[in-house]
């Protein structure tokens, strides 16, 4: 067991976390906003909106993230015309395709499982609170979203994790994670398992931190459903 | 809730101890050699329409194997698992534009080298590359140090405070890194093609790559405004050269390919083969 | 060659080799998902039952396949399995390598993968039903495989829908991962053919269209079902 070579490759591996992390992080802010604005397009009934919300699911949900980090990086950068407007010192920026990318990417999963959650909110609530006179605002406000919301939880939880592999592709556009680090330690010194194993050791870590914060947040969310002291 | 977090990581643990002690004996009398390629790295090997590998690396491995009398399989496959494949023992040689360094020597043997071919700079005509320091000319960095370290100083004058491009994993990257990575910003590509896209878009400066690389990319039509420029290294941190990729324990296959490959570079089927793909010759000197 | 040429199917089109790597797309992460569920159900089953040690394995499965990145996942099941296979064969006399075949470590991965999701949805899914149901269920008399058969499966199945299109739509991106094994895909055909014409877009585009086309045909199904499975429910949106 060489400690020196595996010291150095966790160490090596550590630096490149708070990349991860950044891009992880923007990502899924960024994300759940634009999937608040889809699906607030798709129950608003009205059609325009709809299908084009539909089509945003469908077309991000449905192409390869690869691909769509490709499109953004490389794509995009390919158009004279966008090379020339206002827009440009900000694609320039690897970093900011990826957090971009993934954003629109994570939107289109992340409003499916708000849909869904949305879909789940009983309806015999919503004809009480309407009878009790609720604003549609109070409404959603009191009675939708902490339902809904409760209901999103494990779904939104994978999808968190989810995203934190993702990240592990930006190395195509020249950002160079944890995994993608790992890989190309592997590269350069054909050492076979190492650099990968100690990878998904740190991703393991951060993501079972993930899990249990949403799990946590799941039990404190629904103490109706604990089993009842005796 | 810790002690199933520990169960999960001691099983892990636990597999991923195995794994790599798995002893792989395999047949030491050679007559069939699994080679591995990509198949995506074009010209050195590439996937025509029809599924077939072929490319410089193709035809001079089954020229090789000719002349070592061996029957030689091609199997195509994907970078990510090509070292677990030859250490598994699913091929016995990895022949994939893969780069004789120290580094790798400790883990895998290699053949001498079978091409070889000087750092080159890839930029627009007018970049401030194309009058640095020994621009144009062939610099040995083992044989003419003093040379060498003059060519170097000049790229790093000329590239100061601009981005340069290379391809991950490559000993151009490794020249990247120990000269240019405090004066320039250095960014590393997965693919040549990918690098590429950036240098037309203007991402990047210039490319660091392979001579017949950077020759094949400035020949196409919509790379007009840019050139091969400044200087062309070779030796020192450049290495030998590309070569086979054997496991430690074959140095008897190593001393097959080896033997093959001094008769195939003496009697010039190296610099055919080499002509016919890279349109330059590429023979390791 | 032009273009849309590339894409042909005479002589020098790679229009052939990418509908087989779509087909084959197709054809594991199906397999994967079907793996997933029964996968999927057995850990929520255990995680729900309520006793420790079937709960503690549930979860440590869970927690362990969806925190490891899914690369590594891959190369354990097949270099791993494989490595068995071939100390199996030379103890049996066989000289060299014996891989497991690439489609069904491919597909068994992207199942342990799934699998691990799949049990998410399934228990997210049991829990969404009303207690009033289960109760009046079980106030009636109705045996455990009853009350499994007629109020837990179908409110299951309706719940865990959405969750399941969404990860089918996962298991096709996942299946590019298992090009390590060496099966031809679709991601990897489209790398292959941007590798070895230096075209890229041509290639990264025109898989990305063969991978929508097969989410559109794909999510029709997960709607029809969904519209049945959810007839009468009313709902407070969408």
């Given amino acids: ?230 | 809730m810790a002690s199933k977090f520990m169960t999960a990581l001691g099983l892990g643990a636990a597999l991923a101890a195995g794994l790599p002690f798995a002893p792989t004996a395999f047949a030491k009398d050679w007559k069939t050699v699994v080679i591995g390629m990509e198949g995506a790295y074009e010209p050195w090997n590439l996937t025509d329409s029809s599924g077939k590998i072929v490319g410089f690396e193709p035809d001079l491995a089954m020229d090789l194997c000719k002349r070592a009398g061996l029957e030689c399989k091609i199997i195509a496959q994907d970078w990510d698992g090509m070292i677990p494949g030859l250490k598994a023992g699913k091929f016995d040689v990895i022949m994939d534009g893969m780069s004789i360094t120290d580094e790798r020597k400790k883990e895998i043997d290699f053949s001498k080298p079978y091409a070889a071919s000087p750092g080159s700079f890839l930029a627009p005509k007018d970049s401030p590359l194309a009058k640095a320091t020994a621009a144009g000319t062939l610099v040995n960095l083992d044989k003419d140090a003093a040379g060498g370290d003059a060519a170097i100083k000049g790229v790093q004058a000329a590239l100061k405070g601009k981005t340069l491009g290379v391809q991950v994993s490559t000993t151009h990257a490794n020249f990247a890194s120990q000269y240019l990575k405090d004066v320039a910003t250095v960014k590393e590509y997965k693919t040549t093609d990918d690098r590429d896209l950036d240098l037309k878009s203007g991402r990047i400066d210039a490319s660091l790559d392979d001579l017949p690389t950077n020759m094949a990319t400035a020949s196409k039509p919509d790379a007009s405004e840019f050139a091969v420029v400044g200087p062309k290294l070779i030796g020192g941190v450049f290495g030998t050269g590309e070569g086979m990729g054997i496991r430690k324990d074959d140095a008897d296959l190593t001393a097959k390919f080896d033997k093959a490959l001094t008769e195939a570079i003496a009697d010039g089927t190296v610099k055919k083969i080499s002509e016919q793909w890279f349109k330059i010759d590429m023979t390791p000197q | ?238």
């Fill in chain 1, 1 to 230: 067991m060489d400690f020196d070579f595996i010291t150095k490759t966790f160490v090596r591996l550590l630096a490149a976390l708070p990349l991860t992390l950044s891009v992880w992080f923007l990502s899924v802010v960024l994300g759940g906003l634009i999937a608040a604005g889809v699906t607030w397009m798709r129950v608003s009934g009205v059609k325009p909106f709809e299908f084009f919300a539909r089509a945003y699911v469908m077309v991000f949900r449905g192409t390869p993230l690869l691909i769509q980090l490709f499109v953004v990086y490389y794509g995009l950068a390919s158009l004279p015309a966008l090379r020339a407007s206002f827009i440009w010192p900000f694609l320039r920026d690897a970093f900011n395709c990826a957090v971009l990318s993934l954003a629109l990417c994570t939107a289109g999963y992340q409003a499916e499982i708000f849909r869904g959650a949305l879909l789940a909110v009983p309806h015999g609530q919503v004809e009480a609170a309407r009878a009790c006179g609720m604003s549609r605002l109070l409404m959603f406000r009191r009675i939708i979203f902490p339902i809904a919301m409760r209901h999103a939880l494990p779904a939104y939880s994978t999808e968190m994790i989810s995203m934190v592999k993702s990240t592990a592709l930006v190395s195509l556009i020249t950002l160079w994670d944890v995994m993608s680090i790992a890989l190309k330690i592997r590269n350069d010194t054909l050492v076979t398992y190492l650099p990968l194993i100690l990878a998904g050791a740190i991703y393991f870590v951060v993501n079972y931190i993930i899990g249990a914060g949403f799990l946590a947040l799941e039990r404190r969310l629904s103490p109706h459903l604990r089993p009842r002291p005796s």
């Fill in chain 3, 1 to 238: 060659m032009g273009d849309l040429a590339i894409f042909g199917f005479g002589q020098g089109g790679w229009g052939l080799a990418l509908l087989q790597g779509a087909a084959m797309t197709l054809l594991v992460s199906a397999c994967g998902l079907v793996i997933g569920s029964a996968i999927g159900g057995l850990v929520a089953w255990a995680r729900l039952s309520g006793k420790l040690l079937a709960g503690g394995v549930g979860q440590a499965y869970a927690a362990l396949f969806r925190g490891l990145p899914e690369l590594l996942i891959v190369y354990f099941v097949y270099f791993g399995t494989s490595t068995l296979l071939t100390e199996t064969a030379h103890a049996l006399g066989h000289e060299g390598f014996v891989g497991v075949p690439s489609f069904a470590a491919g597909a068994l991965a992207v199942g342990v993968i799934s699998g691990a999701y799949q049990a998410e949805v399934f228990r997210a899914a049991y829990l969404a039903i009303s207690r009033g149901e289960l109760e009046a269920a079980v106030s009636v008399g109705m045996n455990r495989a009853l009350l499994f058969r007629r109020i837990i499966a179908p409110q299951v199945l309706r719940f865990a829908l959405p969750g399941l299109g969404n990860l089918w739509q996962v298991a096709l991106k996942d299946s590019s991962l298992i090009s390590v094994t060496g099966l031809t895909e679709l991601m990897r055909i489209s790398q292959v053919g941007a590798g070895s014409t230096h075209r890229p877009f041509a290639f990264y585009l025109g898989g990305a269209a063969l991978y929508l086309v097969m989410t559109i045909a794909t999510t029709r199904f997960f709607d029809v079902a969904e519209a049945r499975a959810t007839r009468g429910m009313r709902r407070a949106m969408g």
